[in-house]
């Protein structure tokens, strides 16, 4: 079993920038890969960002990329999302999830690990 505890959300302004922490328990933090997923009102579930066991691949939502940034800490069993420009469409409860194998080809049901989510609201 793998805990997830993601936090950081928050209320920004459009442009603004936030950091996305998530701090992992229980199995082996280096033998699953890490990433985030968001989920804005009335919609599904989508991917946004990912990162490999080792760190040394990475994949981004066309959404996302060149604004966000993942990375991981083996040492501190933690991974974060670095977002900044942030825009009012990334507006959503933010995910952790963990995975030996996470991808953004990885349907969400595969996925086997998720945190509670937090909340980023940006404004306008």
């Known amino acids: 079993q793998v805990t997830l505890v993601d936090s950081g959300g928050g209320l920004v302004q459009a442009v603004g920038s936030l950091l996305l922490s998530c701090a992992t328990s229980?199995?082996?933090?280096?033998?699953?890969?890490m990433g985030w997923f968001r989920q804005a009102p009335g919609k599904e579930r989508e991917f946004v960002v990912a990162?490999?066991?080792?760190?040394?691949?990475?994949y981004y939502a066309v959404y996302v990329k060149g604004r966000f940034t993942i990375s991981r800490d083996n040492a501190k069993n933690t991974v974060y999302l670095q977002m900044n420009s942030l825009k009012p469409e990334d507006t959503a409860v933010y995910y952790c999830?963990?995975?030996?194998?996470?991808?953004?080809?990885?349907?969400?049901?595969?996925?086997?690990?998720w945190g509670k989510g937090t909340l980023v609201t940006v404004s306008s």
């Open positions: 990162i490999t066991r080792s760190g040394g691949v990475t």
């Open positions: 999830a963990a995975d030996p194998v996470l991808t953004p080809t990885l349907p969400l049901d595969g996925v086997d690990y």
């Open positions: 229980g199995r082996t933090f280096a033998n699953y890969a």
